[in-house]
T-cell receptor, first 117, second 114 residues
Framework: EAGVTQFPSHSVIEKGQTVTLRCDPI?????LYWYRRVMGKEIKFLLH????????ESGMPNNRFLAERTGGTYSTLKVQPAELEDSGVYFC???????????????FGPGTRLLVL | AQTVTQSQPEMSVQEAETVTLSCTYD???????LFWYKQPPSRQMILVIR??????QNATENRFSVNFQKAAKSFSLKISDSQLGDTAMYFC???????????FGKGTRLSVIA
């Protein structure tokens, strides 16, 4: 079974440009999360999809970030326009949607390393 | 809000020795889940071990075990018989019951020395 995949693995852009990150979750996983780790800091939550719906987007830094998950499969995270402080590693994770309120393990992708110059 | 603290930014251990990574957390919840993830250099983050707060027995996965002290809100990871492949960044994480986001500590960089 394929794990969570992310594309691209690295991206270097200039301030003011647009970048789109993609995440393909494990097949059958309805939960999809985006996280970000800025250099030297904790991994921070950005947002959570359940199927195609945004369940929680409380971690999104500002309106320059737009996430979508059309059809409830893969997700994209677009940063427009990018700023220097957006540099970091963007992780995607997915988990199953259980029938109870049990805490399902989240499986992570390899991350996209974004550098804004 | 929940917080997770890993007080050891870096640690090292000799191959075949035992090392313990510390993690404390703060929450007012009674039901929750705790995780240790590892991220080897330039590789994917993977789950090492998980613990349900309602279980008194400490979780164990081969050479990895935890010391879960619910009253003290402590969740340390013990790695026995350390191997070179254990070199990685280790993250402690907390999750409320239900499918909610993970709250991470800053991580501990572990180096296993031959």
């Amino acid at each position: 079974e394929a794990g969570v995949t992310q594309f691209p693995s690295h991206s270097v852009i200039e301030k003011g440009q647009t970048v789109t990150l993609r995440c393909d979750p494990i097949s059958g996983h309805d939960n999809l999360y985006w996280y970000r780790r800025v250099m030297g800091k904790e991994i921070k939550f950005l947002l959570h999809f359940v199927k195609e719906s945004k369940q929680d987007e409380s971690g999104m830094p500002n309106n320059r970030f737009l996430a979508e998950r059309t059809g409830g499969t893969y997700s994209t995270l677009k940063v427009q326009p990018a700023e220097l402080e957006d540099s970091g590693v963007y992780f995607c994770a997915s988990s199953q949607l259980p029938s109870s309120s049990s805490g399902e393990t989240q499986y992570f992708g390899p991350g996209t390393r974004l550098l804004v110059l | 809000a929940q917080t997770v603290t890993q007080s050891q930014p870096e640690m090292s251990v000799q191959e075949a020795e035992t090392v313990t990574l510390s993690c404390t957390y703060d929450t007012s919840e009674n039901n929750y889940y705790l995780f240790w993830y590892k991220q080897p250099p330039s590789r994917q983050m993977i789950l090492v071990i998980r613990q349900e707060a309602y279980k008194q027995q400490n979780a164990t996965e081969n050479r990895f075990s935890v010391n879960f002290q619910k009253a003290a809100k402590s969740f340390s990871l013990k790695i026995s018989d350390s191997q070179l492949g254990d070199t990685a960044m280790y993250f402690c994480a907390f999750m409320n019951s239900g499918n909610t986001p993970l709250v991470f500590g800053k991580g501990t960089r572990l180096s296993v020395i031959a």
